[in-house]
């Protein structure tokens, strides 16, 4: 029997799987998709070779310090976020965009210029093929006493799996909505996982090539926002990776999943019409990736789709930290983390919080002393005065573009909630056509000094 079997291939999944392995244990990773990664997606453009980012693109290594470890732990090269320049901000369909200077909007974000693939390609190397099982997708988990059987669909198979402890490293509503559990789990949990949304998995992003960075050129950043009714593309950034050749904007949708949906066929249009209109005539792009999240039933679930963004919090609910059934189930991902949850550290936080349950219990079992236990009780501790409840301050990045309107560096003291930071309240649109906005930026964000519109 499998000591631990982990169901979900996405960054909480893998490092957890590659740790566990390090340590000689019995573990199996399970994965619904055919790749590793969940949100993480990078592709190569394949005129250019430029490595495009359609989930995370940042990380901010100033309050992340997990991200900060392991991408050095891997020796994967970091760049900054582009910002030197000016930002654009159109809120009238009919005019120019305004012009706004010296605004360092995602001040502190670091990307890997070959992609945040590179992270999953390089812990995955810790995990041999035999340990891997794609295309499982999980569907009842059930109680058995001294252990756990999962069942999956595998193709045109029905496989069930036996394990000790069981870590469902899976968005907690997509868990909720798909996968039934024997004996049932309790009304709170569940309710936490109902109540859980899963970052960012209703969104879109598009990433278009060109053949020079044009807007640096004009001395602007490449951020824009578009707040106006017809906004197509909510939020723009600079998305080259520091080769003069590779010349890229990204972008985030404004759109909701069912208007995407309905204006897919013009949508490639409107979205090069929309830069355009923004950075100047004249400048085709020679390629368009896009990602529409909401469209991929193993990220977004149902609720995720058509309920209204939340606002983040970045400690997730406790409920979703508890072990199930004496141990042997453990719920886990980005979003039941006590601190970066949503985000990539918070999956890494996920996956070390688990590891160091499961050592706990392995070492309640193998140790007749209790001495074992006694140290990694310490360092359970030790890794809890690292991160402190409510630390580092929550930065909720993905927030208002309304924020722009007059925009100042927002550098929040240590210690504070995400609940009180200045996107704890998310923007409100005046439009309910389009999906809300956000910045990038969770370690220096921008905020309104004034009464910007569509702030409650
Ligand atoms: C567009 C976008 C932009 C983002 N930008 C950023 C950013 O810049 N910085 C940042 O820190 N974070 C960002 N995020 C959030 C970040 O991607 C997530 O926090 C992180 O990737 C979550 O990792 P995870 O392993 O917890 O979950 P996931 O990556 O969601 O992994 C879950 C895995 O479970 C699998 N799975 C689902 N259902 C089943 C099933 N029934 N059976 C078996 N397997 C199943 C999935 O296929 C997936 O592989 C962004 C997300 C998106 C979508």
Known sequence: MLDTAIVGGGLC???????????????????????????ILSVKDEESGLAIDLGPTWFWPE???????????????????????????LNDADKAPERIDGKMLHAGAQRLPGGMTQLIDAL???????????????????????HVVLTFVAGDDTLEVAAR?????????????QVRFEPELDD?????????????????????????????????????FVTHEQAVIGEIFDACDGAPANAALGGFLALSPELRESFSIGLPLLMTSQVAQLFGHGFEPLA?????????????????RTSP?????????PMLRRAQWTGKLYLAGSETASRGAGYLEGALEAARRIDLSLNLGW????????????????????????????????????????????????RPSRGSNSRSGPFSKPWKSSSTRRSRNWTACPSKSVRSRSNAAGHR
């Open 124 to 146: 995955a190397e810790g995990v041999s093929a035999e340990h891997l099982h794609f295309n499982h997708v999980l569907t009842d988990v059930s109680d058995r006493g001294d």
């Open 188 to 224: 709170a949990t569940r309710e936490a996982m109902r109540g859980t949304e899963t970052w960012m998995a209703a969104q879109a992003k598009v990433v278009m090539t060109y053949e020079r960075a044009f807007w640096r050129e004009a001395g602007q950043s490449g951020n824009a």
């Open 309 to 317: 963004r939340a606002e983040h919090a970045d400690t997730a609910n």
């Open 13 to 39: 999944g893998v490092v957890l799987a590659r740790n566990l392995r390090r340590q000689g244990r019995a573990v199996a990773l399970f994965e619904a998709r055919e790749r590793l990664g969940g949100r």
């Open 363 to 410: 070492a309640k079992a193998e140790s007749g002393d209790g001495r074992q236990v006694t140290v990694l009780r310490q360092s359970m501790r030790r890794a809890s005065r690292d991160f402190p409840a409510g630390s580092p301050p929550s930065r909720s990045w993905h927030s208002t573009a309304t924020a722009i309107v007059s925009i100042a560096v927002w």
């Open 165 to 177: 402890h069981v870590v469902l490293a899976v968005p907690p509503r997509l868990l909720e909505q």
């Open 63 to 89: 309050t992340q310090p997990l991200m900060q470890n392991l991408v050095e732990e891997l020796g994967l090269a970091s760049i900054p976020q582009h910002d030197d320049g000016s930002l654009l901000h």
């Open 288 to 304: 368009q990736h896009y990602q529409d999240w909401a469209t991929e039933p193993f990220t977004c679930s149902a609720l995720d």
